[in-house]
């Protein structure tokens, strides 16, 4: 790979003057275009949208689906919002983009199945505008009670296809990105297996932007250095094909799995682990942060929020079980695209 040691001109690297228009299209037509593929996929349930306002500036359309055939509870909403100035969450990051008004847009996802051999699964990209200051953001990332290895690896070759087909050190370096940033560090453990996040992507200098300067994947990235310039085209193209690869990466898990027989047991561990998921979302989740901090639809916001949950004082997992598994084996970053049915792959 061809590494460049100057920088792009920021006259390359500005957005076109419909740019709003564009992603704002694009981040509607994926929101159906999930929604209808997920309707087909439930068999039984449908989406109940609701449109609202934001007063600051914005709106958006919320879509839920619940008590279908396959989800017991799942969201997908789309947003747009604009103000006179971007949360502190955002400039702790972006400082340069303080004092200008902004515009973000996005899609977001979270699915919640009723048989536990189904994954939750999440999704969201996002585009941010602030003055002349600009970037994508998002991924997408898995998270089973119950995984099967093959379900795993066939997600994570879905999402690697993808990326692999605007850069080759994108999905290398998101794919770490991503066990980093879905981490609950009071746990000490990951919040599933991983998929692609990535964030601040302008164009500009690494492709790791987040706040681990030690971490895998910053390491990773430094390695790669800079790549040849990405101007907006090239980027907004990358996360059009992240997003339509939704379906085909979670469509075929859960046909294999939505017929499973499950106990009560299944059922408890499930609850039990989607703790786990609350947890993340209301710690460390931006997304969530972001929305709060700028005065967000609630409701929409905290739609990623399982519909029953369950906590258990000092759980462990009885050894030499499928529960015990999930901790050995999947809640450790594993070079999943490359996994084999003979050999489990290692980092």
């Known amino acids: 790979m061809t590494v460049s040691t100057t920088e792009t001109t920021s006259s390359n690297l500005l957005p076109p003057d419909d740019s709003k228009a564009r992603v704002s299209q694009f981040m509607q037509q994926l929101q159906d275009q999930i929604c209808q593929g997920l309707e087909q996929l439930d068999g039984g349930g449908t989406f109940r949208q609701d449109a609202w306002e934001r007063e600051e500036g914005g709106g958006g359309r919320s879509r839920v689906i619940r008590e279908g055939e396959v989800f017991e509870q799942g ?30 847009t996005g899609t977001s996802m979270v699915l919640h199945p009723r048989n536990p051999y189904v994954p939750t ?30 379900d795993v690896a066939h997600f994570h070759r879905t999402m690697k296809q993808a990326c692999d087909a605007h850069h080759p050190e994108y999905y290398p370096t998101f794919k770490r990105w991503c066990d980093e940033y879905f981490y609950l560090k009071h746990r000490q453990e990951t919040r599933g297996v991983g998929g692609i996040f990535f964030d601040y992507q302008d164009g500009q200098g690494v ?12 390491d990773y990235s430094n390695k790669v250095g800079t790549p040849e310039p990405r101007n907006w085209e090239k980027i907004f193209a990358f996360v059009q094909q992240c997003g339509q690869a939704f379906l085909p990466a979670y469509v075929p898990i859960v046909e294999r799995r939505q017929s499973m027989e499950y106990s009560d047991r299944q059922r408890n561990f499930q609850l039990y682990r989607r703790g786990r998921y609350v947890e993340f979302n209301l710690v460390y989740d931006r997304g969530t942060i972001f929305g709060l901090q700028t005065n967000g639809r609630t409701e929409s916001i905290l739609m990623s929020l399982p519909p029953l949950v369950r906590w258990e004082y000092g759980y462990q997992p009885e050894p030499n079980t499928p529960e015990a598994e ?22």
């Open 75 to 104: 969201g997908v909403n789309f947003s747009e919002v604009w103000g006179h100035q971007l949360p502190p969450s955002i400039l702790v990051q972006r400082p340069e983009a303080a004092g200008h008004g902004f515009y973000a």
């Open 121 to 150: 699964v999440h999704l969201n990209y996002r585009y941010f505008e602030a003055g002349p200051v600009w970037w994508f953001g998002g991924g997408i990332d898995l998270t089973p009670y119950y995984p099967f290895a093959e």
């Open 207 to 218: 492709l790791y932007r987040g706040p681990d300067a030690q971490g895998p994947a910053a």
């Open 326 to 347: 999930l901790y050995e084996t999947f809640l450790k970053p594993q070079d999943w695209a490359n996994w084999t049915p003979d050999k489990a792959s290692q980092t």
